[in-house]
């Protein structure tokens, strides 16, 4: 039996262990992987270290390298979403509806585990700890497939959490971690109904793609994030600059970070040569259109294919537009429904724009980094859903829920 499909046996068999468990078991489990954790970060970090080599050598941008990369302050924050998730209300078993049919039926509606959940995701050894944390509260057994150029911190985080689970009730089977790097593992995970009961992909565009369109089991779509920040003229200069500075340069590497800008023309002519000033200081490289151009002719001509690029880097798109209409229409052609922001003091136009905006994360007056699920509030997060089916934006412990009917009669009988 091939590693995908054995791996997979062994954690539907502790699924089913790991279902009955009570909250307070499972938080202990949740406690103990946070701390060994931080007990052995000396090891992950070192593993990490080979990764990063290795990323240097074969020529990995600047932006992957620091999603790969991990040091003490990237490991407390893990632990400490492990520590947060433990602290969230447990959705197993929550009554989501009730009542009684004129025959006297009961009809329950409550949250249950899904089973179990194939995650496949790119050089972010953070998912690995995420993932587990918010399936193993859920009740959910899972199957990690994180990719070549983070297999050796994957594989060290793994063992890690596994050696703590080993001394609680949560069965250490239920996490597992694919090694096989080549694409074939990827894709019979993809094809592995039966022993998969829903996969998530989480990384560019060209992996979910490919598992949206190869998937025969269920697929959760997390999505691109080329995201957006228009600023009206009427928007506060300070507040502005401070949230489009934070969007573009806080963690460019991110899918949350902002890639193109967008400012109406009288902001523009009042305030964009200081703004792109900022960010050269930041060392972003900037695109802009002809306008933009014409009020700071050092930086660069943006190309039809910058408006719809995810950079993951410090480069960014600018363009100066109209008014609100524009922006929309350009956030719709380009956007990828992922989390797009206006910064205004006009309130009815920060009202339509957060209604007619079709994105998993609207903001008005904030930076789009914001979206993410430590942030929200849910410890850690499975993904960033941009579709509008079961889960859309950050995923926390709900989106990892299925449902369940519990019907209570009498002797009931169907005429």
């Given at each position: 039996?091939?590693?995908?499909?054995?791996?997979?046996?062994?954690?539907?068999?502790?699924?089913?262990?790991?279902?009955?468990?009570?909250?307070?078991?499972?938080?202990?489990?949740?406690?103990?992987?946070?701390?060994?954790?931080?007990?052995?970060?000396?090891?992950?970090?070192?593993?990490?270290?080979?990764?990063?080599?290795?990323?240097?050598?074969?020529?990995?941008?600047?932006?992957?390298?620091?999603?790969?990369?991990?040091?003490?302050?990237?490991?407390?924050?893990?632990?400490?979403?492990?520590?947060?998730?433990?602290?969230?209300?447990?959705?197993?078993?929550?009554?989501?509806?009730?009542?009684?049919?004129?025959?006297?039926?009961?009809?329950?509606?409550v949250?249950?585990p899904?089973?179990?959940?194939?995650?496949?995701?790119?050089?972010?050894?953070?998912?690995?700890?995420?993932?587990?944390?918010?399936a193993?509260?859920?009740?959910?057994a899972?199957?990690?497939?994180?990719?070549?150029?983070?297999?050796?911190?994957?594989?060290?985080?793994?063992?890690?959490?596994?050696?703590?689970?080993?001394?609680?009730?949560?069965p250490?089977?239920?996490?597992?971690?694919?090694?096989?790097?080549?694409?074939?593992?990827?894709d019979?995970?993809?094809?592995?109904?039966?022993?998969?009961?829903?996969?998530?992909?989480?990384?560019?565009a060209?992996?979910?793609?490919?598992?949206?369109?190869?998937?025969?089991?269920?697929?959760i779509?997390?999505?691109?994030?080329?995201?957006?920040?228009?600023?009206?003229?009427?928007?506060?200069?300070?507040?502005?600059?401070?949230?489009?500075?934070?969007?573009?340069?806080?963690?460019?590497?991110?899918?949350?970070?902002?890639?193109?800008?967008?400012?109406?023309?009288?902001?523009?002519?009042?305030?964009?040569?200081?703004?792109?000033?900022?960010?050269?200081?930041?060392?972003?490289?900037?695109?802009?259109?002809?306008?933009?151009?014409?009020?700071?002719?050092?930086?660069?001509?943006?190309?039809?294919?910058?408006?719809?690029?995810?950079?993951?880097?410090?480069?960014?798109?600018?363009?100066?537009?109209?008014?609100?209409?524009?922006?929309?229409?350009?956030?719709?052609?380009?956007?990828?429904?992922?989390?797009?922001?206006?910064?205004?003091?006009?309130a009815?136009h920060?009202?339509?724009?957060?209604?007619?905006?079709?994105?998993?994360?609207?903001?008005?007056?904030?930076?789009?980094?914001?979206?993410?699920?430590?942030?929200?509030?849910?410890?850690?997060?499975?993904?960033?859903?941009?579709?509008?089916?079961?889960?859309?934006?950050?995923?926390?412990?709900?989106?990892?829920?299925s449902?369940?009917f519990?019907?209570?009669?009498?002797?009931?009988?169907?005429?």
């Open positions: 039996m091939s590693e995908v499909k054995t791996k997979a046996t062994l954690a539907r068999e502790a699924s089913r262990r790991l279902a009955i468990l009570t909250t307070a078991q499972k938080n202990q489990a949740l406690l103990a992987m946070a701390d060994a954790l931080v007990r052995e970060q000396s090891r992950i970090i070192e593993a990490n270290a080979l990764d990063l080599v290795d990323g240097e050598a074969n020529g990995t941008s600047v932006g992957l390298l620091d999603r790969l990369k991990l040091n003490e302050a990237r490991i407390l924050d893990m632990a400490d979403g492990l520590r947060q998730v433990a602290e969230l209300p447990d959705p197993i078993g929550e009554t989501l509806e009730s009542g009684v049919r004129p025959n006297g039926l009961q009809i329950i509606k949250r249950g899904i089973g179990v959940s194939g995650i496949i995701y790119e050089a972010r050894p953070n998912v690995t700890v995420d993932a587990a944390g918010l193993l509260k859920t009740g959910n899972v199957v990690l497939r994180g990719s070549s150029s983070a297999l050796k911190s994957n594989r060290e985080i793994v063992g890690v959490l596994r050696e703590a689970l080993v001394q609680t009730d949560v250490a089977e239920a996490l597992q971690l694919i090694e096989a790097v080549d694409r074939s593992s990827v019979e995970m993809l094809k592995a109904d039966g022993f998969l009961d829903v996969v998530i992909p989480r990384g560019g060209s992996l979910i793609q490919h598992v949206v369109i190869n998937a025969s089991v269920p697929v779509e997390t999505g691109a994030g080329l995201c957006h920040t228009y600023v009206e003229d009427s928007a506060e200069k300070e507040m502005a600059l401070r949230i489009a500075i934070n969007a573009k340069v806080q963690r460019p590497s991110v899918c949350n970070s902002m890639e193109t800008l967008l400012l109406q023309a009288g902001f523009a002519e009042r305030h964009w040569p200081e703004l792109a000033e900022r960010f050269r200081a930041a060392n972003v490289e900037l695109r802009g259109c002809g306008r933009t151009r014409e009020l700071t002719p050092w930086i660069a001509e943006a190309t039809e294919d910058d408006w719809g690029t995810e950079y993951n880097e410090l480069i960014l798109s600018v363009k100066v537009v109209g008014g609100l209409d524009e922006a929309l229409e350009h956030i719709r052609r380009y956007g990828t429904m992922h989390s797009e922001c206006i910064v205004t003091e006009d009815a920060a009202e339509r724009f957060m209604q007619e905006v079709d994105a998993a994360a609207v903001y008005h007056n904030a930076s789009t980094r914001f979206t993410d699920g430590f942030e929200f509030g849910y410890g850690a997060e499975i993904g960033i859903s941009t579709q509008k089916l079961h889960a859309r934006g950050p995923m926390g412990l709900p989106a990892l829920t449902t369940k519990i019907v209570s009669g009498n002797g009931q009988i169907r005429e």
